[in-house]
C-alpha cells in the first residue's frame, strides 16, 4: 500500500511535466511572438489528468500517512510541501477549466495560470526528492 502513492505520483508529474510543455508553446506564442502551433485538446486533457491525479495523490498521501503512522505531516518537508500545493493545484484546474469553457483571446490569464502551474511543477520536482527520503527513512527502516 505504502508504494501505490509514489508510484502513482511519478506518472501524475511526469504527465504534468508533459502538460507544461504543451503549454510553453502558448506562453512562445502570446508573450514571446513565435510562431508555434499549441494543442489546446492535448493540453487541457493532459492538464487536467495530471492535477486530478496529483490532487489525488496528495490526499491519498495523507490517508496513508494517517492509516499507515497515526499522524499527519509527520514525513516533515514532504507532508508540508504536498498541503501547500493543494491550493496551487486547485487554481491551475479552475482556471484551465474556466479558460477552456470560456474561450476569449486573452493575456492575463494564462500568464498567471502558467506561472501557477510551473511553480507547481517545480514543488512536484521537489517532492520526488523528498519522497525518495521518506521512502528510504520510512519505510525501508
Do not use: E
Not at 14 to 41: C, D, E, M
Not at 46 to 66: D, E, N, P, Q
Not at 82 to 109: A, C, E, Q, T
Not at 122 to 139: D, H, M, P, S, Y
Amino acid at each position: 500500500m505504502l508504494y501505490f502513492h509514489p508510484i502513482f505520483q511519478f506518472i501524475g508529474i511526469l504527465l504534468t511535466v508533459y502538460a507544461l510543455y504543451l503549454g510553453s508553446n502558448r506562453f512562445r506564442g502570446i508573450h514571446l511572438k513565435q510562431r508555434v502551433s499549441f494543442n489546446w485538446k492535448r493540453h487541457v486533457l493532459v492538464g487536467k489528468v495530471s492535477l486530478g491525479a496529483i490532487l489525488a495523490g496528495a490526499l491519498g498521501g495523507m490517508v496513508i500517512v494517517r492509516v499507515a503512522w497515526h499522524g499527519f505531516l509527520v514525513t516533515g518537508a514532504h507532508g508540508k510541501t504536498g498541503l501547500l500545493m493543494i491550493p496551487l493545484i486547485i487554481f491551475g484546474l479552475v482556471s484551465g477549466l474556466h479558460m477552456d469553457r470560456v474561450k476569449k483571446k486573452r493575456n492575463v490569464l494564462p500568464l498567471i495560470h502558467g506561472a501557477n502551474n510551473l511553480i507547481l511543477t517545480v514543488l512536484c520536482l521537489f517532492q520526488i526528492i523528498t519522497g525518495l527520503a521518506v521512502i528510504r527513512n520510512f519505510i525501508l527502516i
